[in-house]
């Protein structure tokens, strides 16, 4: 009787430590059961090489793979630093991108005025900020040739970011700056005159 007691603790020993170990694996996890997001280092960075940097031909609308784009053909005119409260082009900012500056978007639904104030706060002077709702994250910060998806505003990664890659050492242009760009407002079409 007590050799059978023994062999069911040895069975339910092996059934059930296992089960536990993997339900407080699960438990470190998110909801989702994945990882929880590392905010203290920019592992996450995504790089995009081999970027062309073309004026495009009047009228012509690159078609950029990613939203926001990271870099590529643009628009002539860059836009002016600062903080804007409309979605900006693409392709003009792309071509602020090719000078070194820092684009850091956030999408409307997700971020509120105080967020938004926050995000100014954070903004390089060689930097624009604007709302773009076609991208995967709350908040998204590129330069050219590299991106990183973040989880909003207070996020510790866009500090991080901005002080690696803020210089534009990434970019064809990098000291070019966006000041001296157009303000949107007077933005013609792609590849048109200034107006």
């Known amino acids: 009787m007590l050799a059978v007691l023994a062999a069911v603790l040895v069975i339910a020993t092996a059934v059930l430590v296992p089960l536990v170990l993997a339900k407080d694996?699960?438990?470190d996890a998110g909801d989702d059961g994945e990882q929880p997001l590392d905010t203290s280092s920019l592992d996450a960075v995504r790089e995009y090489p081999g970027l062309t940097n073309q004026h495009v031909a009047p009228g012509e609308e690159p078609d950029y793979p990613q939203s926001p784009p990271v870099g590529g053909d643009h628009a002539p005119y860059w836009i002016e630093c600062g903080a804007y409260d409309e979605p900006i082009p693409e392709a003009n900012?792309?071509?602020?991108?090719?000078?070194?500056?820092?684009?850091?978007?956030y999408r409307p639904d997700d971020v509120d005025a105080a967020g938004v104030d926050q995000l100014t706060g954070l903004l390089p002077a060689n930097g624009i900020l604007s709302p773009y709702d076609d991208q995967e994250a709350p908040v998204v910060v590129t330069v050219w040739g590299r991106q990183l998806a973040l989880t909003g505003p207070d996020d510790p990664r866009i500090a991080l970011f901005v002080a690696q890659f803020g210089a534009g050492d990434t970019a064809p242009e990098p000291f070019a700056s966006c000041n001296g760009g157009v303000d949107p407002a007077d933005l013609p079409p792609v590849g048109g005159p200034v107006v």
Do not use: F, I, N, R
């Not at 900012?93 to 978007?105: F, N, Q, R, S």
């Open 25 to 27: 694996d699960e438990s």
């Open 93 to 105: 900012a792309v071509h602020d991108l090719e000078h070194g500056t820092v684009w850091l978007t």
